[in-house]
């Protein structure tokens, strides 16, 4: 089985290197796009900004080449700014526009109570199932509440909220905490960074895309 | 409320893990790369690891043990220690660090803050303050790992960090740090109230006694001690436990 990690030069790559080999798989970093495309699963990664993000992906001619791989309905997921990215547009800064694979934009993370509205929302925190049950999906078998690792200051506001498939509430604010429309999949909290319970949604992802071949 | 994190801080000489007080007379206490994975397996949220002699050698020298720390241990590492350009913090990041601590550098050049967060982001900036009380609610800032006053009032420096970009602030208290007699309460007290950015409060915790006094009184977002855990003076399981039970949430 092939697992790419797109590598375009945003955030740490290593560490969800080391996720994946602690699950048993040896992922390729790539930007090549033959090499994306005969996947079968892609890993989209990435910190910081929106506008840096998506500039580099352009950079290295990334945006059609993840339009095209996720067509073919093979496992993506994209992590924290990597699941930003997957939305149409972003406010921060300045408007800048995503991939379009999900509907909706990324906002601030509203904050309403003085003593607790810090940002970055850097924090362990839960995650809570909404209408989409989390059963065949990259949250299977992971307890409701359980605490994953977050670590940013937008959010994603999506259109379709059958596509949330779990939410974390901060600041007396409930956001979309990881997203799933079919076979795309994005977390806002770092898998990779969130201990066991992290590891296990790696490891279902990767289930997934062995399932996917069948 | 948040949930608080309850911190490793790792201090590393020439690969071994040390321990002073006040920043000073340090002792070797173990290896970093097996207390780092010993801790991620019972359940800490997190990991500092400070390269504790970098500063005044103008070096770091950690690379291969975060690159280590990364093949085993599945939570945010934060480093820092003699961080002076750039080049140093993508050095870090490439070795599998989710976050870098500044400290002399951007006393030097704040300019370096914002420099580093245009390019790895806020979240990724940690600004590390040392601080020494100078009298009754005034504290001093100081660099190389508590060796060099810079004249910089703390609680000021901590508003001038916040301002150029910096995502989390780690304070240190220099009067504190290995005497586990607590932390420094007013110290906490006055760099929370001054900023909206989440502070990691290290620095003279013996037990969860000391956490529970700091962060009943404070606005603290997270604690680092280091004597507790390389000491043995309390299990994270047990300061969990006394946590959760006194109303403060904490990852379980």
Same mark, same amino acid.
């Given at each position: 089985?092939?697992?790419?990690?797109?590598?375009?030069?945003?955030?740490?790559?290593?560490?969800?290197?080391?996720?994946?080999?602690?699950?048993?798989?040896?992922?390729?970093?790539?930007?090549?796009?033959?090499?994306?495309?005969?996947?079968?699963?892609?890993?989209?990664?990435?910190?910081?900004?929106?506008?840096?993000?998506?500039?580099?992906?352009?950079?290295?001619?990334?945006?059609?080449?993840?339009?095209?791989?996720?067509?073919?309905?093979?496992?993506?997921?994209?992590?924290?700014?990597?699941?930003?990215?997957?939305?149409?547009?972003?406010?921060?800064?300045?408007?800048?526009?995503?991939?379009?694979?999900?509907?909706?934009?990324?906002?601030?993370?509203?904050?309403?109570?003085?003593?607790?509205?810090?940002?970055?929302?850097?924090?362990?925190?839960?995650?809570?199932?909404?209408?989409?049950?989390?059963?065949?999906?990259?949250?299977?078998?992971?307890?409701?509440?359980?605490?994953?690792?977050?670590?940013?200051?937008?959010?994603?506001?999506?259109?379709?909220?059958?596509?949330?498939?779990?939410?974390?509430?901060?600041?007396?604010?409930?956001?979309?905490?990881?997203?799933?429309?079919?076979?795309?999949?994005?977390?806002?909290?770092?898998?990779?960074?969130?201990?066991?319970?992290?590891?296990?949604?790696?490891?279902?992802?990767?289930?997934?895309?062995?399932?996917?071949?069948? | 409320?948040?949930?608080?994190?309850?911190?490793?801080?790792?201090?590393?000489?020439?690969?071994?893990?040390?321990?002073?007080?006040?920043?000073?007379?340090?002792?070797?206490?173990?290896?970093?790369?097996?207390?780092?994975?010993?801790?991620?397996?019972?359940?800490?949220?997190?990991?500092?690891?400070?390269?504790?002699?970098? =500063?005044?050698?103008?070096?770091?020298?950690?690379?291969?043990?975060?690159?280590?720390?990364?093949?085993?241990?599945?939570?945010?590492?934060?480093?820092?220690?003699?961080?002076? @350009?750039?080049?140093?913090?993508?050095? =870090?990041?490439?070795?599998?660090?989710?976050?870098?601590?500044?400290?002399?550098?951007?006393?030097?050049?704040?300019?370096?803050?914002?420099?580093?967060? #245009?390019?790895?982001?806020?979240?990724?900036?940690?600004?590390?303050?040392?601080?020494? #009380?100078?009298?009754?609610? #005034?504290?001093?800032?100081?660099?190389?790992?508590?060796?060099?006053?810079?004249?910089?009032?703390?609680?000021?420096?901590? @508003?001038?960090?916040?301002?150029?970009? =910096?995502?989390?602030?780690?304070?240190?208290?220099?009067?504190?740090?290995?005497?586990?007699?607590?932390?420094?309460?007013?110290?906490? @007290?006055?760099?929370?109230?001054?900023?909206?950015?989440?502070?990691?409060?290290?620095?003279?915790?013996?037990?969860?006694?000391?956490?529970?006094?700091?962060?009943?009184?404070?606005?603290?977002?997270?604690?680092?001690?280091?004597?507790?855990?390389?000491?043995?003076?309390?299990?994270?399981?047990?300061? #969990?436990?006394?946590?959760?039970?006194?109303?403060?949430?904490?990852?379980?």
């Amino acid at each position: 089985m092939k697992i790419v990690i797109i590598d375009y030069d945003v955030g740490n790559v290593r560490s969800m290197l080391n996720a994946f080999k602690k699950v048993g798989v040896n992922p390729i970093l790539s930007n090549n796009e033959e090499e994306i495309l005969s996947a079968d699963g892609v890993i989209l990664p990435g910190v910081g900004a929106f506008a840096h993000g998506m500039e580099n992906l352009n950079k290295y001619n990334l945006v059609n080449t993840i339009k095209k791989y996720t067509n073919t309905n093979k496992p993506f997921m994209g992590v924290c700014l990597g699941m930003q990215m997957l939305l149409d547009e972003s406010e921060e800064f300045s408007q800048t526009k995503g991939l379009g694979l999900i509907s909706g934009k990324v906002i601030k993370l509203p904050t309403k109570n003085k003593s607790h509205e810090k940002l970055p929302h850097v924090s362990w925190n839960e995650i809570i199932e909404k209408r989409t049950k989390w059963n065949n999906t990259i949250l299977k078998n992971i307890e409701q509440q359980s605490d994953v690792y977050f670590v940013h200051s937008f959010i994603t506001d999506l259109k379709n909220e059958d596509e949330v498939l779990s939410t974390t509430q901060y600041s007396n604010y409930e956001f979309c905490s990881s997203i799933k429309k079919d076979n795309i999949y994005g977390c806002q909290f770092h898998p990779e960074k969130s201990g066991e319970i992290g590891l296990r949604i790696i490891e279902n992802f990767v289930n997934i895309c062995k399932e996917n071949i069948k | 409320m948040n949930k608080i994190r309850v911190i490793a801080r790792i201090d590393v000489k020439n690969e071994h893990v040390i321990k002073g007080i006040h920043l000073e007379g340090l002792r070797k206490v173990g290896n970093p790369n097996e207390l780092a994975k010993k801790y991620y397996e019972n359940s800490i949220d997190e990991i500092v690891l400070m390269d504790a002699v970098a =500063a005044y050698y103008d070096r770091n020298s950690l690379s291969e043990i975060i690159q280590k720390a990364c093949e085993e241990v599945f939570i945010p590492i934060t480093v820092g220690g003699g961080i002076r @350009k750039i080049e140093d913090i993508q050095i =870090a990041l490439n070795a599998g660090a989710d976050k870098i601590a500044i400290n002399t550098q951007s006393i030097n050049t704040p300019e370096f803050i914002t420099e580093a967060t #245009k390019i790895f982001g806020s979240q990724c900036i940690v600004s590390s303050i040392v601080a020494k #009380k100078i009298s009754d609610n #005034k504290w001093e800032a100081y660099t190389d790992n508590g060796r060099e006053p810079t004249g910089k009032d703390v609680v000021e420096w901590a @508003k001038t960090v916040e301002k150029l970009g =910096a995502g989390e602030i780690m304070l240190t208290s220099i009067d504190k740090e290995g005497t586990k007699k607590g932390f420094d309460i007013e110290l906490n @007290k006055a760099v929370s109230e001054a900023v909206s950015i989440p502070i990691i409060s290290s620095g003279g915790m013996k037990n969860s006694d000391d956490a529970l006094e700091l962060l009943l009184n404070t606005n603290v977002d997270a604690i680092a001690t280091a004597s507790t855990l390389h000491y043995k003076l309390e299990s994270i399981s047990d300061i #969990k436990q006394k946590l959760t039970l006194n109303g403060i949430k904490v990852r379980v």
